[in-house]
Each structure stands twice: as structure tokens, then as C-alpha cells.
């Protein structure tokens, strides 16, 4: 049964991943990490991300400007941009050695330690992919927190709320952990695929074969 339940876990590991990867691009271009609701006019909405901020309007749709200098950025925006491209990075880098270390791929079914640690270090890169993302999406939600309840800021000044990048980029990060640990599991497992028991196997018979043939008179 083990022998069953490994190639799925591999399957759903490499799933999770590409779910999260995914996503994880997403939330690095989204223009929705903090959202300002003005009271005087609750028909425009404004919208900040890591690359240009917006107004959706009701009539006009939505107008988008880039920033001009990334040094003018706030901190977390800086650093939130690295961290998501290395996230990015990383979790492309996990799928392509995961997906060659699975059972299932016909390549190096022969080289089942060099298969082993592909998934191994895949399965590292997908939980430092994780942790890229959580780290600065959880950044920016607590300085827009922090930014909300600052008492020296006047009551009438609108204040910044989460973006829906937010949540995306924590879901981004719970499949990419999630993938990397399924992933990590199958590694540490001792199963032998049953492709290499019958490469094991034929390669005897091959043996005894030639034994019997040198042993003939």
C-alpha cells in the first residue's frame, strides 16, 4: 500500500506547489496589497501594490500609474519586491527538480538516490518559497495595521486597509509549505519503486544466465 499512497502524495505535493507558485506570481503583480476607502467620495476606490498604485472608479473603470523611483518606496514595499521574486525564483526552481525526481517520470528510474535527493531539495526550495512569500505579505498587513491604529494621525486623514493581495499571497504560502512537506515525506521514505525491483531483477536473471552459459561443457 505504501507503494501506492507515495506517487499520489508525490502528485498532490507537486499539485499544492504549482497552486501556490502560482498564486505567488499573482500576488507579486496584483495591485490590491492595501485599499483606501475615501468617506467624501465612496465611489472611487484607491489601490496600492508592490509596482503602481489605483483608483477604480464606478464609471471609469480603473486608472493605474506606476511608481516613479523604488527608492521612494516605503521599506516593506522595497524588500517585499525582493523577497517575492526570490519566492518566485525558488518555487520555479523546486517544480523542475521535483518534477524530476518523481517516481512516475521514466527518466533515471536506475538512479533512485540521485531521485531521492531531487525531491528532497525540491521540496526545500518549495517551504523557503513559502516563507518568502509569508514574510513580506505579513509584513506589509502589520505596517498597514500599525498605520491604521496610529494615534498621531488625525481621525478625518483616510487610513489604508488590507488589499485582497494579502490573503492570496498567505494562501500562496500555505500551498507552497503544504507541497514542499508532502513533497519532503516521500523523499525520507525507504520505498523502493517497482520499476528498479524489476531493472534488480532482470539484471540476475541476466547473471545466471551467463553463469550457465560458462558452466556448460
Known amino acids: 500500500m505504501a507503494l501506492v499512497y507515495r506517487p499520489m502524495m508525490q502528485l498532490s505535493g507537486i499539485l499544492f506547489s504549482l497552486l501556490g507558485w502560482i498564486l505567488s506570481c499573482l500576488t507579486t503583480y496584483l495591485p490590491q496589497w492595501k485599499n483606501l476607502n475615501l468617506e467624501l467620495n465612496e465611489l472611487e476606490i484607491w489601490t496600492m501594490g508592490l509596482w503602481q498604485a489605483c483608483v477604480v472608479q464606478e464609471e471609469g473603470g480603473m486608472q493605474c500609474k506606476d511608481f516613479d523611483s523604488f527608492l521612494a518606496l516605503p521599506p516593506e514595499l522595497r524588500i517585499s519586491r525582493v523577497l517575492m521574486f526570490f519566492s518566485n525564483g525558488s518555487g520555479l526552481l523546486g517544480l523542475l527538480l521535483s518534477g524530476f525526481g518523481l517516481d512516475c517520470l521514466k527518466i533515471g528510474e536506475r538512479q533512485q538516490e540521485q531521485k531521492r535527493r531531487l525531491l528532497l531539495f525540491g521540496g526545500m526550495l518549495f517551504w523557503i518559497s513559502g516563507i518568502t512569500v509569508i514574510v513580506p505579505v505579513s509584513w506589509v498587513a502589520h505596517s498597514t495595521v500599525q498605520e491604521f491604529w496610529d494615534e498621531n494621525i488625525p481621525d ?19 500551498c507552497l509549505i503544504l507541497g514542499g512537506s508532502l513533497i519532503s515525506c516521500t523523499s525520507c521514505s525507504t520505498d523502493v519503486h517497482p520499476s528498479s525491483i524489476r531493472y534488480v531483477v532482470a539484471e540476475q536473471q541476466d547473471q545466471c544466465q551467463h ?3 560458462e558452466t556448460r561443457p
Open 156 to 174: 478625518i486623514v483616510p487610513r489604508w486597509d488590507f488589499g485582497e493581495a494579502l490573503f492570496v499571497g498567505w494562501l500562496a504560502g500555505f
Open 211 to 213: 553463469l550457465e552459459t
